[in-house]
């Protein structure tokens, strides 16, 4: 099964568009009891995710406990729920072979971040792997994106098409690997989004960001794509459940894609 397949079965089973983010703070607890922690999250808002995103930063912080608390909750997911590794890798030749075997082989994610602007030679290690994906990163959802990838080139476009051109060429050759983007809500417009090839979509964002889920409304693209939340589930609003804050931006995304602005 390719990855879009496994991503478009998932959103259509739960009716959910939402990508719940697994992001620990590393205090110097108990890794364990941190596993138990975000185990729990992951039970809680299983209902409603179409996707979990650890970011493998928080997990490195600890060390090779951490890692290894990586390693376990991976493997502890359901299988039907797919996962993407916020990794952001980005090396060339060897360097990058390791990575991609780091990320599908050692760790088991089904999906995995990328950063482009070394080229396309180096997003290959990730292609040829079968029934997986990659999100390239193009439009972040900081305000740092205005320094790089929103900047215009001497032919009139933005940087960040440069990366959907990257896309279009995995797409054409067909590789192993499907090939989308990361797309910030912060930045994002429909008129952005309208630049863009049909490809699955990561979209941060939403929450703590404080990004407008309008931008998302009318859309044209078909591929699935996944709006994530992480500290808004995980640490905000702690007189909620995990639960209840999942179902709130479950709802909230559904609303939106499903009563698009109506034209004047």
């Known amino acids: 099964m390719r990855y879009t397949d496994k991503l478009r079965a998932r959103i259509r089973a739960t009716g959910s568009a939402l990508c719940v983010g697994?992001?620990?703070r590393p205090d110097g607890g108990n890794t364990a009891a941190l596993g138990r922690?975000?185990?729990r999250v992951a039970e809680e808002t299983a209902p409603f995710a179409a996707a979990y995103k650890p970011?493998?930063?928080y997990f490195e912080a600890m060390g090779p406990p951490g890692l290894e608390l990586l390693q376990g909750l991976l493997r502890d997911m359901p299988e039907d729920i797919p996962v993407i590794l916020d990794a952001k890798r980005g090396d060339i030749g060897e360097t990058q072979k390791y990575y991609a075997h780091a990320c599908f082989e050692r760790l088991g994610a089904d999906a995995v971040t990328l950063?482009?602007?070394?080229g396309y030679d180096?997003?290959?290690p990730f292609l040829d792997a079968p029934g997986k994906g990659v999100y390239l990163l193009a439009v972040t959802s900081n305000p740092g994106a205005a320094d790089i990838e929103l900047r215009m080139l001497a032919d009139g476009r933005p940087v960040y098409r440069l990366v959907a051109d990257m896309v279009r060429r995995a797409q054409a050759e067909r590789r192993a690997a499907d090939a989308?983007?990361?797309v910030g809500l912060t930045n994002t417009s429909g008129a952005l989004l309208e630049e863009l090839p049909d490809a699955p979509l990561l979209i941060p964002g939403l929450g703590a960001q404080g990004g407008d889920l309008q931008a998302l409304a009318g859309g044209r693209l078909t591929a699935p794509f996944v709006v994530n939340v992480s500290?808004?589930?995980l640490y905000r609003e702690p007189e909620l459940s995990f639960a209840d804050k999942a179902r709130k931006y479950a709802g909230e995304i559904r609303r939106i894609l499903t009563n698009p602005p109506s034209t004047p």
């Open 231 to 233: 500290r808004g589930i």
């Open 180 to 182: 989308g983007m990361v």
């Open 122 to 124: 180096t997003l290959e």
């Open 22 to 24: 697994l992001d620990p």
């Open 37 to 39: 922690w975000l185990l």
């Open 55 to 57: 970011n493998i930063a």
């Open 115 to 118: 950063n482009p602007f070394m």
